[in-house]
């Protein structure tokens, strides 16, 4: 019996953004669970089976980076697909120093999210 793919976190404070970028993964076979915040996704129901997260960096509250620090001194092996709106070369740096999949820049290509996202789930089952 195969078990079901684990779930992509897409924390998006907007919510027309976090709304379509579900659509666009749950359209490609990627079961999604949005969160508006990184201190939601922090108090999410435990039982959900988080694969890799889709993580806006700006965020209200806590910034996507900080939840990025926070997940790993808690020994998280989950991988992170950042996304982003600002055009930022030391902003993209700290991201990829936090560790990341992938960083991109809104709009981005469908096709980058999914090899980005497909990228990340191979890595969090490995890690």
């Given at each position: 019996?195969?078990?079901?793919p684990?779930?992509?976190?897409?924390?998006?404070?907007?919510?027309?953004?976090?709304?379509?970028?579900?659509?666009?993964l749950?359209?490609?076979?990627?079961?999604?669970?949005?969160?508006?915040s990184?201190?939601?996704?922090?108090?999410?129901?435990?039982?959900?089976?988080?694969?890799?997260?889709?993580?806006?960096?700006?965020?209200?509250?806590?910034?996507?980076?900080?939840?990025?620090?926070?997940?790993?001194?808690?020994?998280?092996?989950?991988?992170?697909?950042?996304?982003?709106?600002?055009?930022?070369?030391?902003?993209?740096?700290?991201?990829?120093?936090?560790?990341?999949?992938?960083?991109?820049?809104?709009?981005?290509?469908?096709?980058?999210?999914?090899?980005?996202?497909?990228?990340?789930?191979?890595?969090?089952?490995?890690?």
């Amino acid at each position: 019996m195969e078990s079901s793919p684990p779930t992509v976190a897409v924390v998006e404070d907007d919510q027309s953004m976090r709304t379509s970028v579900e659509r666009l993964l749950n359209a490609h076979g990627f079961p999604t669970k949005g969160f508006r915040s990184a201190e939601s996704f922090l108090n999410r129901d435990a039982t959900i089976k988080i694969g890799c997260i889709v993580l806006d960096i700006h965020l209200d509250g806590m910034s996507g980076i900080e939840l990025r620090h926070r997940l790993k001194q808690s020994d998280s092996t989950l991988s992170v697909v950042f996304i982003t709106a600002v055009d930022d070369d030391a902003l993209e740096l700290e991201a990829v120093q936090a560790g990341c999949i992938a960083y991109l820049h809104k709009p981005f290509p469908a096709a980058s999210l999914i090899g980005a996202v497909t990228k990340a789930l191979a890595d969090s089952s490995t890690g």
